[in-house]
């Protein structure tokens, strides 16, 4: 049974993965349920660390050296296997969590800009040649921050939904429009964008 874990895992990833969006509520829903299921795979690797902390004993008290070195050198790599994965789920989930209790702040765009690059992976995983789209928006206080946005079109002056006043305010007009965005602030996750 246990032998199902791995594969079921790496499956679920990959459909959060490919129906994540690029924005909003649903990347960051996103975002909580792949460092969710990491949350998972590091409980399981502390359960596995305390049960070895029983086989270090009984090492220790058969007084063979080797066994207790040995113990010692699991020990050591599943703790730092750990904390490799602890560090970026919590990294990730923390703010993905105070940002879905908190809700999207509105945060006035001062200026922003705009660069394209293409992006082609095998046609088996996504489907060939994707376009991310790279909204670098300054704000009011002086902060600025880059939002990445793919398409699947390289053209994207006819796209609507949140691409529509993006390319208005960054590439028609990057410094006249006024542009306010609504975003998770701690995720740095964008919500919504409108021309003021």
């Given at each position: 049974m246990l032998l199902l874990v791995p594969p079921a895992l790496t499956i679920t990833i990959i459909v959060v993965m490919r129906n994540m969006g690029a924005y909003g509520k649903s990347k960051l829903i996103g975002t909580i349920i792949l460092c969710c299921l990491g949350l998972l795979v590091v409980i399981g690797a502390v359960a596995t660390l305390l049960a070895s902390v029983q086989d270090l004993r009984a090492a220790k008290r058969s007084g063979d050296r080797r066994a207790v070195r040995k113990q010692l050198d699991n020990l050591a790599s599943m703790t730092c296997g750990v904390l490799v994965i602890a560090a970026p789920v919590f990294y990730f989930l923390t703010p993905a969590v105070i940002d879905l209790v908190q809700g999207p702040q509105p945060r006035a765009v001062a200026s922003c800009?705009?660069?394209?690059?293409?992006?082609?992976r095998s046609q088996w995983f996504t489907g060939g040649t994707s376009y991310n789209n790279h909204f670098v928006m300054r704000?009011?206080?002086?902060?600025?921050?880059?939002?990445?946005?793919?398409?699947?079109?390289?053209?994207i002056s006819q796209l609507s939904g949140?691409?529509?006043?993006?390319?208005?305010?960054?590439?028609?007009?990057p410094d006249q429009t006024p542009l306010t965005i609504d975003m998770y602030v701690h995720s740095k996750t964008l919500v919504d964008?409108?021309?003021d």
């Open positions: 800009s705009y660069a394209q690059d293409t992006v082609t704000f009011d206080d002086g902060t600025q921050h880059t939002f990445t946005i793919a398409t699947s079109e390289q053209d949140i691409i529509h006043p993006l390319y208005e305010g960054c590439v028609l007009h964008a409108r021309l």
